[in-house]
T-cell receptor, first 114, second 110 residues
Framework: EAQVTQNPRYLITVTGKKLTVTCSQN?????MSWYRQDPGLGLRQIYY???????DKGDVPEGYKVSRKEKRNFPLILESPSPNQTSLYFC?????????????FGPGTRLTVL | EDQVTQSPEALRLQEGESSSLNCSYT??????LFWYRQDPGKGPEFLFT???AGEEKEKERLKATLTKKESFLHITAPKPEDSATYLC???????????FGTGTSLTVIP
């Protein structure tokens, strides 16, 4: 089954404790992206990757890191989480074939930073 | 600055009562406009992609249209299972980012 998986689905942590949210897709998509979704602000893009070893900042990259060492995986790293990073996070992927196609989204990771 | 605005924020319809959702956008050259449906607690699910003014796409009770400044998602004779938040996103042809609107929360009452 074609899918984007994220882990963990729920996470409660404390300020400053480094964490990683994993994202994996099994569709051989080139494009992968991380979003955060906050009430009243909608989905905002954090980072995206056009392919292996190619990453770029989205609208809200501060406080986040990403890496793309393999095509299928795109982890999101919070080196020193703060309460303002409490949010619902989505990973997404898509093909780049003659232009951008639909993005497939993961189920989301709800993060609370105390 | 690239921007997407959706209206209304929330919409309540009786079952069978047709209506339209609006997505207005400001981008420096549109590469594509995307509609998604999002159910509570889930990731967005793709509905349509529109690329140029005048283009229309349909799927069951939904029809998406595009002009140079806005897109409409028309819902004909909605059913309760159409209740969801509908998201609009755009991509400019100057970059590889996606910009989402804040969505329209649709409730269809039986």
């Amino acid at each position: 089954e074609a899918q984007v998986t994220q882990n963990p689905r729920y996470l409660i942590t404390v300020t400053g404790k480094k964490l990683t949210v994993t994202c994996s897709q099994n569709m051989n998509h080139e494009y992968m992206s991380w979003y955060r979704q906050d009430p009243g602000l909608g989905l905002r893009q954090i980072y995206y990757s056009m392919n292996v070893e190619v990453t770029d900042k989205g609208d809200v990259p501060e406080g986040y890191k990403v890496s793309r060492k393999e095509k299928r995986n795109f982890p999101l790293i919070l080196e020193s989480p703060s309460p303002n990073q409490t949010s619902l996070y989505f990973c997404a992927s898509s093909l780049i074939l003659g232009g951008y196609n639909e993005q497939f989204f993961g189920p989301g990771t709800r993060l609370t930073v105390l | 600055e690239d921007q997407v605005t959706q209206s209304p924020e929330a919409l309540r319809l009786q079952e069978g009562e047709s209506s339209s959702l609006n997505c207005s956008y400001t981008v420096s050259g549109l590469r594509g406009l995307f509609w998604y449906r999002q159910d509570p607690g889930k990731g967005p699910e793709f509905l349509f992609t529109l690329y140029s003014a005048g283009e229309e796409k349909e799927k069951e009770r939904l029809k998406a249209t595009l002009t140079k400044k806005e897109s409409f998602l028309h819902i004909t004779a909605p059913k309760p299972e159409d209740s969801a938040t509908y998201l609009c996103a755009v991509q400019a042809n100057t970059g590889n980012q996606f910009y989402f609107g804040t969505g329209t929360s649709l409730t269809v009452i039986p």
